[in-house]
C-alpha cells in the first residue's frame, strides 16, 4: 500500500511563449491544461494543492497556496507545498503536463519509502514528476536562505530513488508524461495527439 500523499500541482510562471496569460488555464481539447494535471493526479492522493499565483479562477481546482518567496522559483513554490502539506509524501508536477500517466505516478507512489523518487529520462531529472518526502522542507529552507534557487541542485544533493526508461516505459512507452507544453506549437501537437488517441478521454 502507497504512503499518504498530498498532490502538488506547480502553477508558477508566466507562459510568455504561449502569449502570456496564466499558462495553467490555457485551453486543450476543450479543458484547460491544470485540468488535465489534477484530474491525473487527483485519485492518487489524499488533497490536491495548488501552488503559485494566478487568476482567483485557480481556486476551484484544490487548495491554494501561495509562494512563501514569490519570484524564486519551483524550489519556493516546493517550500510552499511542503509547508501546507500534512502527508508524508508530496507527488510534485508541473501545471503544463496535460499527457500524465496516472499509473506511472502511482508506481512512483509505490515505491516510496522515504527518499524522494523522481523520474529520470535518458539521463535528466525530471524534478517536477516526482515524489517528495515531506521532511524535506527544512534543506529546501535552507537552500533557499542561503540564495541556491536550483531544484536540480537540491535532488543532486539528496537520497533519490531514480525511476528510469526501464521501468517508466512500462507504464508510459511513449514517454509523454513528463512532457512540457510550452509554446503554441506544442500545444497544437498535443492536442492532435490527444485527438488520436481517442479525443477528450480523461486520465488512463
Known amino acids: ?4 500523499a498530498t498532490g502538488l500541482v506547480l502553477v508558477g510562471g508566466a507562459g510568455r ?3 502570456g496569460g496564466c499558462k495553467a488555464l490555457i485551453e486543450l481539447a476543450g479543458r484547460s491544461l491544470i485540468d488535465w494535471v489534477r484530474d491525473a493526479i487527483a485519485p ?5 494543492l495548488i501552488v503559485g499565483a494566478g487568476p482567483q479562477e485557480l481556486d476551484r481546482r484544490g487548495r491554494r497556496v501561495l509562494d512563501q518567496r514569490p519570484g524564486l522559483g519551483p524550489l519556493a513554490g516546493l517550500e510552499a507545498g511542503l509547508s501546507a502539506a500534512t502527508t508524508p509524501a508530496i507527488l510534485t508536477v508541473a501545471c503544463d503536463m496535460p499527457q500524465l500517466s496516472p499509473r506511472l505516478l502511482s508506481f512512483q507512489l509505490s515505491v516510496f519509502e522515504g527518499a524522494s523518487v523522481v523520474l529520470r529520462r535518458q539521463g535528466r531529472a525530471e524534478p517536477l514528476h516526482a515524489v517528495y518526502p515531506r521532511e ?3 534543506e ?3 537552500r533557499l536562505d542561503e540564495g ?3 531544484l536540480r541542485g537540491l535532488i543532486e544533493g539528496i537520497p533519490v530513488r531514480w525511476v528510469d526508461e526501464d521501468e517508466a516505459d512500462r507504464f508510459d512507452p511513449a514517454r509523454h508524461s513528463s512532457r512540457n507544453v510550452n509554446t503554441r506549437e506544442d500545444l497544437e501537437k498535443v492536442a492532435l495527439e490527444l485527438a488520436k488517441d481517442g479525443g477528450n478521454r480523461g486520465p488512463r
Do not use: A, Y
Not at 44 to 48: C, D, H, I
Open 1 to 4: 500500500m502507497s504512503t499518504p
Open 148 to 150: 541556491d534557487l536550483s
Open 140 to 142: 529546501i529552507s535552507k
Open 17 to 19: 511563449r504561449m502569449g
Open 44 to 48: 492518487l492522493v489524499e488533497e490536491v
Open 136 to 138: 524535506l522542507l527544512p
